[in-house]
């Protein structure tokens, strides 16, 4: 009996050639297409994206001016034609190209220093502050716009002055003879100009009053599109107008 060898036989499968072009078109277009739409993202916001810095102005008319202020928020009752307030101001600048919109300026005390600048003080008005406090802007508002090329006003500090340029209340203290007083004993001379201080008076907000201190401070503004970088500054109280005044640290 012979043995007989059985082979099987597979058919060929039929040449097929990948394409692979057709499946690499749409993936290389696809990833173009994100590429452009970053890029095109990208110069869309260095053309609208504001760029803030905060100044202290060097022109001393513009950085604390003296004006006539009504209504006489601070309580001094005098008539509004005598009613005078020294402003500390800072300004704002956009150097970018789109507009910063809705921009709240803000401060906050580091430390506080007695006149000398030498030895740190504690408690009194102002002292418990350690968190960012709104400010107002020129004009009496809490928020701004500011556009491209355009330069808008903080106000930092408010500080009532009678009629040789010295603290009122400083020089009338039995307009605020309950008021509770700071390091040495010293009577408020000034207030941060916040919306609260502006709404309702001086004299209803001793917790944002200051005195003849030296306070170590930030400032920095904050947009709904954009903010400015927080600057120190040294922010000066002094027996008068002449002697009060807001420097940059370095």
């Keep these: 009996m012979s043995m007989g060898i059985t082979f099987l036989t597979i058919p060929a499968l039929p040449h097929s050639t990948v394409n692979f072009s057709v499946i690499a078109g749409p993936i290389f277009g696809s990833g173009l297409t994100l590429i452009a739409t970053g890029l095109q993202e990208y110069f869309r916001s260095l053309v609208t994206t504001p760029i803030l810095r905060i100044e202290v102005l060097s022109e ?3 950085r ?3 004006l006539t202020t009504f209504p006489d928020f601070c309580g001094t009752q005098r008539p509004p034609n005598n009613n005078i307030v020294g402003y500390l101001r800072l300004a704002v600048r956009n ?10 300026a803000q401060v906050r005390v580091l430390e506080r220093l007695d006149p000398s600048g030498y030895c ?3 408690g009194g008005p102002s002292g418990e ?3 960012w406090l709104d400010l107002t802007w020129a004009g009496n508002v809490a928020r701004v716009n500011i556009n491209p090329n355009d330069v808008r ?10 009629v040789s340029n010295k603290p009122f209340f400083v020089i009338n203290q039995n307009l605020c003879q309950n008021i509770p007083t700071a390091c040495g004993g010293s009577l408020p001379y000034a207030w941060f100009a916040r919306p ?3 709404a309702y008076g001086c004299l209803n907000r001793m917790q944002d009053c200051l005195t003849k201190l030296i306070y170590m401070i930030e400032v920095q503004v904050t947009c709904e599109n954009g903010r400015a970088e927080p600057v120190r500054l040294k922010l000066i109280i002094g027996d008068d107008w002449d002697h009060t005044d807001v420097v940059k640290v370095s």
Excluded at 157 to 162: C, R, T
């Design 64 to 66: 604390k001016p003296i």
């Design 95 to 104: 150097v970018g190209r789109g507009a910063a919109k809705d921009c709240v």
């Design 60 to 62: 001393p008319a513009i």
């Design 196 to 198: 609260d201080v502006m």
């Design 153 to 162: 006003i903080i106000n930092l500090v408010a500080m009532p002055l009678d």
């Design 120 to 122: 740190k003080c504690v």
């Design 129 to 131: 502050y350690v968190d």
